[in-house]
């Protein structure tokens, strides 16, 4: 039995009299690209991979597009509108081909010194639709930083994505590229204390800030 959230109070809990119910969402952050190998491959697949046996469900993950951490595969290099495309850059195209990857993560990881602009989107969707390429849904993106959430789609102040006005507007170009979603949140701010992992099995625990994902996804 699942307790939903308030704002959830119309929905029939599990399990009425449903026969089966399940979601899965990967998020890009902290993800290497030999790990999203390995991921993709065991969820999709039922050969044998470094995780084991694949489970041969359908599974599906966001995008970083630009990230200048080493712990988050990308499409580019670094925050900059000009960044360089990574040496993943083709196999993350042909995994947004092949549906294992459907969800644009707000463009990437932006800060204060290198924040979101029209640039940025207009670069990604040139790309895409040189690939002949698309993705069906697009989720907020937070890093505790309001600076650095221009990107984002919403109603906070900080929120500008959707805004005609701002130079981080990008809504209309998702439209015109075949997006169907938009998966935003209400700025519920959260502290986490989560594991950086290697994949040699070390790591240590470490305090990040996260905006919640709790609602407000529409189709638009």
């Known amino acids: ?9 119309n929905m029939r809990e599990i399990p009425y009299p449903y026969k089966g119910i399940v979601a899965l969402s990967n998020d890009a952050e902290y993800m290497s690209q030999e790990f999203l190998d390995w991921l993709i ?10 995780l084991g046996r694949g ?18 595969t990308s499409i580019y290099d670094s925050l900059s ?13 042909d995994y947004i081909k092949e549906g294992f990857i459907d969800t644009n993560h707000a463009f990437g ?10 640039a940025h ?15 069906p849904i697009f989720t907020n993106h937070g890093n505790g930083n309001n600076e650095a959430m221009a990107h984002n789609v919403g109603f906070l102040p900080h929120y500008r994505g959707s805004f005609p006005e701002s130079p981080s507007y990008h809504t209309d170009l998702f439209r015109q590229r075949g997006g169907e979603y938009i998966w935003s949140d209400e700025g519920d701010y ?13 790591g240590v625990l470490s305090e990040d800030g996260r905006q919640q994902q709790c609602g407000g996804g529409g189709i638009i």
């Open 1 to 9: 039995m699942v307790s939903l959230p308030l704002r959830y109070e």
């Open 41 to 50: 491959l065991y969820c999709n697949t039922e050969e044998n991979t470094p």
């Open 55 to 72: 489970l041969g469900i359908e599974f599906a993950s966001s995008l970083f597009f630009y990230s200048d951490n080493p712990l988050h």
């Open 81 to 93: 509108a000009k960044a360089r495309e990574t040496p993943y850059a083709k196999c993350l195209r």
């Open 109 to 118: 990881d932006f800060n204060p010194v290198c924040n979101f602009t029209r």
């Open 121 to 135: 989107a207009l670069r990604v969707y040139e790309m895409l639709e040189k690939h002949d390429l698309s993705l």
């Open 190 to 202: 959260v502290e986490e204390r989560f594991p950086t992992i290697s994949l040699n099995g070390t």
